[in-house]
């Protein structure tokens, strides 16, 4: 028991790592954040799919409209990974990623509203800690500077993450496979931005194949298979307060890779914003 428990952990923060490392591609790979979303979700698909069949998992849904549910939650998935490059790409992957974990305290909102009910004090508070982390993100409101426009782009990933948990979190097909909902979600993503992928001239592709690669495998699919083993030995809120340590992973790798240094400001609101949403993530998993 002990010894799965600490494969569990390690598995959590090896999928916390792989998950900070993806901030760097938007930077590395120098195509369209929907370009980069399509290749690197038809390279995971390909790979999640292999999994699956490893692992002797059934590919069916209990229902027809499950496929369709779990491709439309896979629009929304995908406009949450295009939203969240094209906002490191515009400013830092420190800015990006720390604007996506906006997305546990949206995540309460929208359950109230979808309740038709009043968040109670405790989410408004920590709310307005996730609005004054929001605020020291932005080193000023000029729209042609570049931060303000990543924190927006990254509140708008977070947004469209946050709907994603929610509707995922009502889905009926409780029984399959979360790596199988998540194949079926890649297709949706592979879909809605075909038509970006498709008509990127070859020589791009020719010389970004190599990170598209490394990005769709090792940064994508291998790190939800972790996630998802994780999960079958530890707590749910277990592994989501060590999946926000992809936060500081990307930060750390950020700086190492790029030489990108984040201001103190920028570090004050990292630290407010992983708070908040560390201490939703613990009231939502009690």
């Known amino acids: 028991m002990i010894a799965t428990r600490k494969q569990g952990i390690l598995h959590a923060h090896l999928a916390a790592l792989l998950f900070g490392g993806t901030a760097l591609f938007a930077k590395l790979i120098p195509l369209a954040a929907d370009v980069i979303t399509f290749w690197r979700t038809v390279v995971a698909m390909f790979v999640m799919w292999l999994l699956c069949r490893l692992t002797g998992r059934s590919m069916k849904l209990e229902r027809r409209r499950d496929v369709y549910y779990q491709i ?46 009043w968040p109670d004090v405790v989410d408004l508070l920590l709310c307005g800690v996730v609005f004054l982390g929001v605020l020291c993100l932005i080193p000023n409101f000029d729209w042609n500077s570049g931060y303000l426009k990543g924190v927006v782009l990254g509140v708008i990933s977070a947004l469209f993450l946050a709907l994603r948990q929610n509707l995922h979190h009502r889905s009926r097909a409780k ?54 083993s994780a999960l079958r030995e530890l707590e749910a809120k277990s592994v989501l307060i060590i999946t926000s340590l992809m936060v500081p992973y990307g930060i750390v790798l950020g700086l190492f890779f790029l030489d990108e240094v984040p201001a103190p400001r920028t570090l004050i609101g990292c630290l407010l914003v992983m708070v908040a949403a560390t201490a939703e993530n613990l009231r939502m998993r009690r």
């Open 175 to 228: 029984n399959s496979s979360s790596l199988v909902l998540l194949f079926y979600q890649l297709i949706g993503i592979a879909v809605l931005f075909a038509y970006a992928g498709v008509g990127v001239p070859q020589d791009d592709l020719k010389d970004n194949w190599v990170n598209l690669l490394l990005l769709g495998v090792f940064f994508t699919a291998i790190p939800h298979f972790l996630n998802v």
């Open 72 to 117: 439309g939650l896979g629009a929304m998935f995908g406009i949450h990974w295009a939203t969240y490059y094209a906002s490191i790409q515009v400013s830092t992957v420190a800015i990006g990623i720390t604007s996506l974990f906006v997305a546990p305290v949206l995540s309460v909102l929208i359950e109230a509203v979808m309740r038709r009910e």
